[in-house]
């Protein structure tokens, strides 16, 4: 669990936060996840799609994949990528790797429905960024709405708003109590020591200092102290654990400007009635209209397109019941009872819906397909306040398993049980509310432990222990990590990360366990400008004043440049004169990308801003049926006739677990479930069922064919394979290190194989079951550089080599980062690169004298264009307006003409040009499989 994706809706939550962790949106990474999983298809002959016909952009550059890692997070609206090439990424800069994430997930369950309601408050909450900030310290501003508040915002913006900058101070009337309030809600509260003047935490372990001039805070999740005006409350400044310094300043005790720790500034204006008017960031500016009633009614973006808010509701007439897009249709929609509490929430067509019903130890919610889930909850009491989630009778429709959950006397988490009834167990430092160890699978087989120690006055781990594999962190008086150390306390052995920092506190330097260097340079505002890794190769960045990036270039001499929109969405990308050209709605989807070969697609959405179809210009049209939970249920890929040539349908049962998916017209596939909703068999078209075993860890233990052999799966505590038996009982035993490494694979088969691993784990030695060890040197980019072999040969691999063999005109450091020359007993192989790392020569110098040469070249389009052989023959690649291969010519004279293609990018068809031309047909069903292959019309 990020710690920080709980409260991303919440008031303040009565579990402690660990320590602070980036906002994760876990809707856009399971996105991530199930892409990952997708086979990319390079766009070349014709072919552009990966499973399920989803077109796929992409993408070489580093900034732009660390970019939509973060932006956009719904299918096409966010860029699908590879994990692309070595290079020093921009995003991999920016700070070393975030904390361990600790298996708890106290806040996960029964708290809030899909378009959220607070369950155990029943406000209806909206988070809206209205701009955002991509450079170092990020100004960033967010909207807050919440139908109900502790304490009534005071950031100006109408009612029921606050924003992320819009933090306070409110004293009780008495002087004995005060409350913190965040501008996303949050709240943090104290009592006044009666007799001392001193300030006590109600349920955490923040700490609140009161002098004459003002109030001195700090926020236990993240070690930050912020401090407050003695009078008006408001805050005044924000420290950050690092020692970065955002300072806040008012007239008339309106926020004017905030300035953060680089002297970045986001800056605002009020009207006559004293409301928030513009905010204004990097030049961008956002403007807010009200009503007559004084309410939110609209906000206008940097690109000139507005979002509204309507209040239908009299008798709550500060309360939000619909929000209208950029394109003037009304997006969403919510109702409220009698008592002011949010009881449906929806977006248009109704999807998405959440109706909830409301007890006084429980909530109960229908989701938009039906099902109804209940949740039971109890106060906290001792060292927190609040409700806490006790029991759930089904799993959350995102597959949260959480049935049961048990708290101790100081509201601490004890327990947490699965439909299954498999539990975890937590240990705490009860005066830290801190956890120093927990147990998952407690009472099984497969149970293990996770131990944490603490920084004594920082919320931060220093060891985090599994089995024989310890973690150890390290950090500055700032909390900075210094270094990181994974050891195996079985072996003695240990690799280490390092880092340092420039005097402003950014990543100055990586180091890795293998010693290699990588070296960043920051510009005055902390944007990284600069990446000098192991070997010396640099990548420079120039940005916009938002931090984003313009122009890259690589070490190669590569130059990629970018444009963006008003609301910082790319709309070009240049690479070598070849441009991406991508457009948005008015929404902010994706609308249009128009790639250089020439291939364009246009993406169609619904009402509530779902990917519903899209149409290229190489006859596809695809589209998808959603169900009310935005679930596909079916695909289909239509040509340009309208004929279906590809399809996929699937039921969902109540619980929103796939039950059936049929690909084509009969190629179904049924599957059963557990009480978790883990899939645990399924039965193919053939009626050949196939069942599965899980343990307490979730790990795939047992697989059970339809001949009813079984294959199984052993793991160590760290979920490495240690075992693997096949159908037919042969075993195959993997010895690790804590690392995870294999150093010994073990099977009937093969006999004993051996690993040995270098300081950063890469293999740096194999040794068959004949005892021939082959070793592999390597540079400091971890590439290999030689192959050493039992029998005294070997072979040596070169990269980035200068001169013309391996680099192509124009362009000498076009080699850099690419396998420039292999040689062994046979002779050499030289390979020649462009900007753009295409190889456009390969030379083969073999030992006995001859030496072979093959060209490549490219067209405008960046798609293969000539392809020279060693003889001197020239194949030469047509291509149609939407850059589909139609024909190849040899020496100039036509040899295959007229390739065809379907919307799936399938071949349909070709004539070989013989002196008798001879044609070829190729045709598939709708699950893509070939069915008729025709050669000279014979089948």
Request: proline fraction near 4%; include cysteine; aromatic fraction near 10%.
């Amino acid at each position: 669990m990020h710690a920080v994706a709980c409260t991303k809706y919440a008031t303040r939550s009565h579990f402690s936060i660990f320590y602070q962790e980036p906002f994760v949106d876990s809707k856009a990474e399971a996105c991530r996840r199930a892409m990952r999983g997708v086979t990319a298809a390079i766009e070349a002959g014709g072919s552009f799609y990966a499973a399920q016909f989803l077109p796929l952009v992409l993408i070489e550059d580093s900034h732009l994949v660390c970019y939509f890692r973060q932006q956009n997070a719904v299918y096409v609206n966010q860029f699908y990528y590879w994990d692309y090439g070595t290079r020093a990424g921009d995003c991999a800069a920016a700070s070393p790797p975030a904390e361990p994430v600790i298996p708890a997930q106290t806040c996960e369950v029964g708290k809030f429905t899909t378009r959220p309601i607070a369950l155990t408050s029943g406000a209806k909450v909206f988070r809206q960024m209205d701009l955002e900030d991509h450079g170092v310290h990020p100004l960033t501003l967010t909207r807050h709405y919440a139908s109900r508040w502790n304490h009534a915002p005071l950031a100006a913006v109408g009612n029921a708003w606050a924003h992320a900058h819009a933090h306070r101070i409110v004293p009780s009337g008495d002087g004995t109590a005060s409350t913190i309030q965040f501008g996303d809600g949050q709240v943090s509260n104290f009592a006044k020591v009666p007799g001392t003047g001193t300030w006590s935490a109600v349920g955490s372990q923040d700490e609140l200092q009161e002098t004459f001039d003002r109030y001195t805070y700090r926020k236990a999740a993240d070690d930050s102290v912020w401090t407050f005006h003695p009078v008006h409350g408001r805050v005044l400044s924000i420290r950050s654990r690092e020692g970065w310094t955002s300072t806040y300043a008012y007239t008339n005790g309106l926020l004017k400007q905030v300035t953060n720790h680089f002297g970045r500034k986001l800056t605002f204006t009020h009207d006559a009635q004293n409301r928030l008017a513009t905010a204004t960031l990097a030049g961008a500016t956002v403007s807010y209209a009200y009503d007559a009633e004084g309410r939110l009614a609209s906000v206008t973006y940097p690109d000139g397109k507005s979002i509204g808010y309507v209040h239908e509701d009299a008798r709550w007439p500060d309360a939000i019941t619909g929000v209208i897009d950029e394109s003037g249709q009304r997006w969403a929609n919510v109702a409220y009872d009698d008592q002011g509490r949010a009881v449906q929430s929806e977006l248009a067509g109704a999807v998405e819906r959440s109706t909830v019903l409301y007890a006084s130890d429980a909530t109960t919610v229908t989701d938009a397909l039906g099902f109804t889930r209940t949740y039971q909850y109890q106060p906290l009491s001792g060292a927190a306040i609040g409700l806490a989630t006790t029991a759930a009778n089904a799993p959350a429709a995102d597959g949260n398993d959480i049935a049961t959950q048990v708290f101790d006397g100081q509201s601490l988490l004890a327990s947490q049980s699965d439909f299954l009834g498999i539990t975890r167990m937590f240990t705490w430092d009860v005066t830290r509310r801190l956890p120093t160890a927990v147990t998952e699978a407690s009472g099984r087989a497969e149970a293990r432990t996770t131990q944490y120690t603490w920084h004594p006055t920082l919320r931060l781990p220093l060891t985090e222990t599994l089995g024989t594999r310890t973690t150890t962190n390290s950090y500055d008086t700032a909390g900075r990590l210094l270094s990181r150390q994974l050891s195996d306390t079985a072996t003695g052995s240990s690799r280490t990360w390092s880092w340092t920092y420039t005097a402003s506190g950014l990543v100055a330097t990586e180091t890795g366990p293998a010693g290699d260097v990588t070296t960043y340079a920051h510009d005055s505002t902390g944007n990284v400008v600069q990446a000098t890794n192991p070997l010396g190769h640099v990548t420079t960045w120039t940005r916009d004043a938002g931090g984003r990036v313009l122009v890259e270039t690589a070490p190669t001499g590569q130059v990629t440049s970018y444009t963006y929109d008003g609301r910082g969405r790319v709309l070009t990308l240049v690479r070598d004169g070849a441009t991406t050209t991508l457009a948005y709605t008015p929404s902010g989807q994706l609308a249009t990308a128009a790639f250089p070969s020439g291939h364009q697609v246009t993406y169609r959405y619904d009402a509530a801003h779902r990917l519903v179809g899209w149409q290229d210009n190489r006859g596809g049209d695809a589209t998808y049926g959603l169900d009310a939970l935005g679930n596909r249920t079916s695909e289909q890929l239509r040509d340009s006739g309208g004929a279906v040539i590809w399809q996929l349908a699937r039921t969902l049962n109540g619980g929103n677990q796939v039950v059936a998916e049929t690909l084509g017209t009969n190629q179904t596939t049924t599957y059963g479930h557990d009480a978790n909703g883990q899939v645990t068999s399924e039965i193919n078209s053939l009626s050949q069922a196939t069942r599965y075993g899980l343990d307490g860890l979730k790990r795939l233990t047992a697989i059970t064919d339809a001949a009813n052999a079984v294959a199984t799966l052993a793991y160590d505590a760290r979920d490495a394979v240690t075992t693997a038996t096949g159908f037919k009982g042969v075993a195959t035993s993997y010895a690790r290190n804590a690392f995870g490494d294999a150093s010994q694979e073990a099977s009937a088969d093969i006999g004993t194989r051996t690993t040995q691993f270098d300081a950063a784990g890469r293999p740096s030695q194999v040794t068959d079951a004949l005892g021939q060890a082959t070793t592999i040197s390597r540079d400091l980019l971890g590439r290999p550089t030689q192959l050493a072999f039992a029998d005294g040969r070997t072979t040596v691999l070169r990269h980035d080599l200068p001169g013309a063999d391996y680099n192509a005109p124009g362009a000498p450091n076009a080699s850099k980062g690419h396998l420039s020359e292999a040689q062994d007993a046979s002779g050499t192989t030289r390979w020649q690169h462009d900007l753009r790392g295409r190889v456009t020569r390969k030379v083969q110098s073999l030992a006995n004298g001859s030496t072979q040469a093959v060209g490549y070249t490219y067209n405008a389009q960046g798609l293969p264009d000539t392809l020279v052989y060693p003889g001197g023959g020239q194949l030469k690649h047509l291509y149609n307006a939407a850059g589909q291969l139609t024909g190849l010519d040899w020496n100039g004279a036509p040899l295959v003409t007229g390739i065809t293609w379907n919307a799936a990018g399938q071949p349909t068809g070709w004539t070989w040009a013989f002196g008798t031309p001879v044609q070829a047909q190729r045709s598939y069903d709708t699950a893509g499989r070939t069915t008729a292959i025709s050669l000279l019309g014979r089948r």
